[in-house]
């Protein structure tokens, strides 16, 4: 089955009534968590970034109390998933001053995290490409937000 351009779901949707799209929109929201997790964001994260930043922030530092230190195999496998997450959340968000904040919060979690991450490559490696994107969305920011930010960074 062929997928339908973005104009022809565009303009399908038009024609739609509010009931059947909201209907749609249940029914998409069913068949994959991103999707629902999506809409979730939309819906009632959106309006308020602020607060969505703080939780995406309580997430990470769940998620890294709860990473197994007994091997390195393991913590850089859940580093990883941290940060693919933490991506997934940036991705619903689409603004690159969250991105840039959520990006910097991951390296000073990961820079702070204890086993050092010094002591693997991979995990250096890591953090040194996140710091670099956290840079270039900062350039694209207004100029008082990248002095805030490249403050953060500094302190990194």
Same mark, same amino acid.
């Given at each position: 089955?062929? &997928? &339908? $351009?973005?104009?022809? %779901?565009? $303009?399908?949707? #038009?024609?739609?009534?509010?009931?059947?799209?909201?209907?749609?929109?249940l029914r998409l929201s069913r068949f994959k968590l991103e999707n629902k997790e999506l809409l979730t964001y939309l819906l009632?994260?959106?309006?308020?970034?602020?607060? @969505? %930043?703080?939780?995406?922030? #309580? @997430? %990470?530092?769940?998620?890294f109390l709860a990473i197994n230190t007994k091997s390195i195999f393991y913590i850089k496998k859940s580093? +990883?998933?941290?940060?693919? #997450?933490?991506?997934? @959340?940036? +991705? @619903?968000?689409?603004?690159? &001053?969250t991105e840039a904040e959520l990006l910097i919060y991951f390296c000073k979690k990961l820079k702070h995290f204890k086993p050092s991450i010094k002591r693997s490559t991979q995990l250096q490696n890591l953090y040194n490409r996140q710091l670099l994107q956290a840079k270039k969305r %900062?350039? $694209?920011?207004?100029e008082d937000l990248q002095y805030d930010y490249n403050l953060l960074i500094e302190k990194l």
């Open positions: 089955m062929k &997928a &339908a $351009t973005i104009k022809d %779901i565009k $303009t399908e949707l #038009n024609e739609l009534s509010t009931k059947e799209l909201q209907d749609l929109c009632f994260d959106s309006h308020n970034e602020s607060q @969505y %930043i703080e939780n995406v922030k #309580n @997430y %990470i530092d769940t998620e580093v +990883r998933k941290i940060l693919k #997450n933490v991506k997934k @959340y940036i +991705r @619903y968000s689409q603004n690159k &001053a %900062i350039d $694209t920011l207004h």
